[in-house]
Each structure stands twice: as C-alpha cells, then as structure tokens.
C-alpha cells in the first residue's frame, strides 16, 4: 500500500522554512514569498520535472483563507499543487523531490470529476465559504492552459458553487431559527450580516414566520407583565415646530432607554413604525416610534389599541392583526396633542390625552428677536376639575376633561433627557429593584 502509485496527486504546504528540506539559499526565499512567489514555484517545478515526466503542473498560493475555529484569524500562507504524471509515481517518491513531509501529499479519489475539483479548489472556484482567488495568479509553466480551462468552467462551477451555497443555508437554518427564537438574533442583525442574509434569502418564509412567533411571543408575555402591574407602558408626546430637532429627540431618547434596559438585563430594541402599514414588520420591540405619523396613519380604534393594550392588545396589520405591546411609545408631531387626536373620527378626544402621559414640547428660544438655542419643557397628563372649552374652528369647540400640568423647562438637552427618564418614565416601564432605592440607604438607620 505504501508504494501505490498515482496518476495525479496534490500537496499543500506552509510556506515556512521549516517545513522544507531545500538548500539554506533556497530556503531564504521563504522570508519574503510574496517577493519571491515565482522562485518558490520554480523550485518546485524544477524538482518534478528533473526527477518524473510531467502532463501538468499548477500551482497556488493561498493567503488569504479564514480560520474556521478562529473566524477573525487568517489561516498561515501556503501552496497548492496539482500534479499530474505520464507514468505513475508514489506518494513517497513525490515527497522526497519536493522535500516536505509525505502527510502534506494527497492521493485522488476515483470519480470522474478528480481532476476537475482540484482544478478548481487551486482558486477555490466551487467553495462558497472560502475566498476566491484569481484564475490568472495560477501558475503552469505552460503545461495546462489554467485561464481558458477555468472560462470553459466557469459558468458550471459558479452554479455548482450556488447550489452548495445554498444547500449549506439549509444546514445553517436551524441555528438561525433557534437564534431568533432566543432573542440572540435582531431583525436588524441578520440584514447587516452577509451570511444570514442569504441564508433569509433562501428561506424567507421559514425566517420571517419565526420572527414573527417570536414578536407575538414577546408581546403576549409583555402584556401578562402588564397585568401583573409589573410596568405601566408610557407614552411621551414629541412637540415642536418642523425643523425643531424632534425626530432626533425622539431617536436620542429611545436609544438611551434601550441602554439603560439591557444594562439592566431586559432584552430591548426600538421599533420605528412606518407611516403606510406601520406595525407590518413589528416583532415584539420594547421601544416603538411613531415619527411625524398623520392621525389617519392609524384607525381611531387602533390608536386606541396601542395606547390601552390590557383591553383591546391585537393591532390591524397588512396580513394579520400584530400584538402591539411595548414599554414606551415616543411619538412626535408639530401639532398639540388635542389638535392631533381631534382629527379622529368617532371617538373622544379626551381617550387619547388621558392616555398621553407626558408631553415633551421643544422651543426656540429668542432674545430681543433673535434665535439663540432652544429649550425644552414637560408636562404630564392630568384630570382637570373643572373641563375647559377650546374652539378648534369655527363650528366646532372641543370640551376637555384632561390637560397637561407643567412639570419642568430645562434648556440642556441632557439634563432634560436624563431628569424625565430617571423621575418620570423608569419607574414606569422598569420592575423596582433594591438598587432603585441604593440612594435612601444613608437616611436609613440599621437595627443589627
């Protein structure tokens, strides 16, 4: 068996001294191999042809190959071959020419495709997972025209190529469904990652579907929190004139709850609703925005919905009503609060201020006529004693029930932010925790 003879093997080798029983001069070549890539292989050409009668001779570097244990390590530099012989020469007797080890050498399998294959891994032209080097770097040494081979191929190894593509994406599908159902795995990530894209583009389906149990999923045991008056879903109301910085406000304050949850260890995300068919790729996202979204984005009934999800949770959605239950809406519009809702047909408007729970307006302020900064205001919602009347046309006044008690002005930006989340909306949407009171524990006194 030792002595068995080939028609065609391959090799690979480090391009490491070490690993190559040359001269001292001719190992000095390996300082420097991309330098020195032509010398290298007309070594190693010279000591095949010297020694055995050759068909073909091909040769590659690879530097440029991922770790597969390590994916952010390249795999060390090293050389490719394809020999094939006129007459059949061993594994052994191709070592000792070479001068490296006789386990870097690998005989072929008998199938019609052999030399094929090895044709093509020297660019690897049929592996999906592993880059692709340029037909014209192989080296032959006028044995095998390589370019005109690989254009006669071409066309089939790039099928081939796909077909194993995407028969590895099935393979990877599982994992990538366990990963959504865990929460490991965003929406947000899998469009950004190459791999897991094509693997949602081959399966689509099967993807969007579990996102979708998983959004429910989330929603429904949100909603049973709510229940259990774990949290209490707040609504903050964004107001300012076009151009005031709203819908920056509103991202600003959305992204630092979102910190502060998973600093806390709630699996959190924003959710920016659309204003056609807002909630059709919503997946069970803690923190949802509606920017600049018109009054009639949303039936009256469904505004209604969002707001109070303990009653009616199951929002209208282009192909199946969505259970809708976040921590936090932050909604953003120009318009007064009462003049927003008031457009909605067939409902009072005093359902919805009553269930707007601050109102963060945004100011220009001016001195003198000129503009020099803004500032910033909040005001929380509140039962009036007494309804007031306010005219919104001239045919039509609007009896309000509930208004918004100013709360505090602030003209820092951060300050603003971190005074409503830290006072106002995390003891809202966030379980109490023995943390949340670390600041009484001077003013205790201790019995031991």
């Not at 594994?91 to 030399?115: C, D, M, P, W």
């Not at 209490?232 to 910190?259: C, D, H, S, W």
Request: aromatic letters at 14%; proline letters at 3%; a negative charge.
């Amino acid at each position: 068996m030792k002595n068995r003879r080939y028609q065609i093997l391959s090799f690979e080798q480090q391009l490491n001294a070490k690993y190559w029983d040359w001269t001292v001069e001719k190992l000095k070549l390996f300082d420097d191999y991309q330098s020195h890539k032509k010398a290298i292989f007309q070594e190693i050409y010279n000591r095949i042809s010297e020694n055995f009668e050759l068909e073909v001779i091909a040769l590659n570097i690879h530097d440029m190959d991922i770790s597969e244990m390590h994916p952010d390590t390249f795999v060390a530099p090293h050389v490719h071959g394809v020999v094939k012989f006129k007459v059949k020469r061993s594994i052994s007797q191709l070592a000792e020419v070479l001068g490296i080890g006789a386990e870097f050498i690998k005989k072929t399998e008998r199938h019609r495709y052999n030399f094929e294959n090895l044709m093509a891994y020297l660019i690897h032209a049929k592996n999906p997972d592993k880059h692709m080097y340029s037909p014209e770097n192989v080296e032959t040494f006028g044995t095998f025209d390589y370019l005109s081979y690989f254009q006669s191929k071409e066309k089939q190894w790039k099928e081939y190529k796909a077909t194993c593509k995407r028969e590895d994406s099935k393979l990877s599908l599982a994992y990538t469904l366990d990963q959504i159902y865990n929460g490991t795995l965003s929406y947000r990530d899998l469009m950004l990652d190459d791999n897991l894209a094509y693997i949602f583009a081959n399966h689509q389906q099967e993807i969007r579907d579990r996102f979708t149990f998983r959004g429910e999923r989330t929603a429904f045991l949100r909603l049973e929190d709510l229940r259990l008056n774990k949290y209490k879903m707040t609504v903050i109301y964004v107001e300012g004139r076009p151009g005031v910085g709203k819908t920056y406000f509103a991202r600003e304050l959305a992204q630092t709850i979102k910190n502060y949850g998973i600093a806390n260890g709630y699996d959190s995300d924003i959710f920016s609703a659309s204003s056609s068919n807002p909630f059709d790729d919503y997946f069970g996202e803690d923190i949802l925005i509606l920017d600049d979204l018109r009054p009639q984005s949303i039936s009256s009934s469904d505004w209604l919905k969002l707001f109070d999800p303990l009653n009616e949770a199951k929002m209208s959605a282009r192909y199946k009503n969505r259970l809708i239950v976040p921590r936090v809406i932050i909604m953003t519009n120009y318009k007064k609060t009462e003049d927003f809702f008031s457009e909605l047909i067939g409902e009072d408007v005093n359902q919805f201020i009553r269930r707007v729970n601050f109102s963060a307006e945004i100011l220009k302020e001016k001195e003198g006529g000129e503009l020099y900064g803004k500032y910033y205001h909040l005001s929380e919602s509140k039962e009036l004693a007494i309804p007031k009347q306010k005219r919104i046309s001239e045919d039509e006044v609007l009896t309000l029930e509930y208004d918004f008690e100013s709360l505090y002005s602030n003209n820092d930006k951060d300050n603003f932010i971190n005074q409503l989340l830290n006072y106002y909306v995390y003891p809202r949407i966030y379980p109490k925790t023995e943390q949340d009171f670390a600041f009484l524990n001077e003013k205790i006194t201790r019995i031991d």
